[in-house]
């Protein structure tokens, strides 16, 4: 099922929200660690998480630059879009 950049941001929150325990609405430009609270483990859970969500692999090298809500829907995105 393709995807539009809107539609998976709208899962993508909607995901960390139901991970994070966040009640409050997020923003794509919330940081995970900073903003949000997120721990590393939590931060590899939410990545693997999307992983199998998607049917996607996200090279390591790009999951130390995720930094932000938009960071996962970039990345997640590509290899979408790269299938």
Known sequence: ME?????LSSEIVEQV??????TNAINLDDRLARDLGADS????ELIMSVERKYDVKLPEHET??????RDIVKH?????NQK
Not at 17 to 22: A, K, P, R, V
Not at 41 to 44: E, K, L, N
Not at 64 to 69: L, P, R, Y
Request: glycine share 8%; net charge negative; no cysteine.
């Open 64 to 69: 130390g630059e995720i930094k932000t809500v």
């Open 3 to 7: 995807r539009t950049l809107e539609q």
């Open 41 to 44: 483990i939590d931060i590899v």
């Open 76 to 80: 997640v995105y590509n290899a979408i």
């Open 17 to 22: 929200s139901t991970q994070l325990g966040i």
